[in-house]
């Protein structure tokens, strides 16, 4: 299926995102434009403070732009209540963090089903998709583990297993790989390709890493707020 066949589910036009004012006002992000469609892989990259993060935030409804317009699956989360905008996030949004952001006294099958629970997900469904998740994600027989008892691969795996078992929209990484050694940080870039593959996940990341930027369908290079028409340089991926 060719992109324009496929559905836009995340279009900014003209966003930006301002902090402070006068002469300590600093834009963030400087009116960007940008389509995400059903089942892209795209990556984020750029030097730190080139507003990767906070393009992210401002897609996943965490923070809110100064100027411009966010769609989301076509509805505006700009004109959102709070109540509105917190429960897009939680049916049409999984986040994976680059700490992992588990809750240490939650066991990993509990952390993974938080999501379906707060969309009132029967206890019995909720347990067979979490399960039929982590066999999914290589985490088959860890369930009853807490977060302490796991690997960084292995709660990262978990925070994905969590990302995707409501069956979200769109998945936005911050910095997935940025806490794991080599061996893991790989295995993370073949499962999170394999589902963007067998089963059109919708992936968005924010990375300095290079082998992810190597993987991604979609490559973006940030710098100074905006996205470089140019691309990425070629010293970053030689």
Do not use: C
């Amino acid at each position: 299926m060719s992109e324009t066949e496929r559905p836009v589910i995340v279009e900014l036009k003209e966003v930006s995102r301002e902090y402070g004012s006068g002469d300590l006002l600093v834009k963030a992000l400087d009116d960007v434009s940008l389509k995400i469609h059903a089942g892209d892989f795209t990556a984020m990259a750029g030097p730190s403070g080139s507003g990767k993060s906070t393009l992210l935030n401002l897609v996943g409804g965490l923070d809110v732009p100064t100027h411009g317009t966010i769609l989301l699956d076509g509805v505006e989360i700009g004109k959102l209540s709070r109540a509105e905008l917190a429960q897009l996030r939680r049916d049409r949004i999984g986040f994976v963090f680059q700490n992992f952001s588990l809750i240490p006294v939650m066991t990993a099958m509990e952390n993974a089903e938080y999501v379906l629970m707060l969309q009132g997900v029967p206890h019995s469904q909720r347990r067979e998709r979490v399960r039929q998740t982590f066999e999914e994600v290589g985490l088959s027989g860890l369930e009853t583990r807490f977060p302490g008892q796991l690997s960084g691969g292995q709660q990262q795996r978990v925070a994905i297993a969590r990302a995707i078992v409501a069956n979200p929209k769109l998945v936005l990484a911050d910095e997935p790989t940025a806490n794991l050694d080599s061996k893991a940080s790989l295995g993370l870039l073949d499962l999170m390709a394999r589902l963007n593959e067998e089963h059109g996940i919708t992936f968005v990341f924010a990375t300095h890493d290079t082998r992810l930027m190597r993987r991604a369908k979609i490559l973006l290079w940030l710098n100074d707020g905006q996205i470089d028409p140019e691309g990425v340089p070629h010293e970053v991926l030689a």
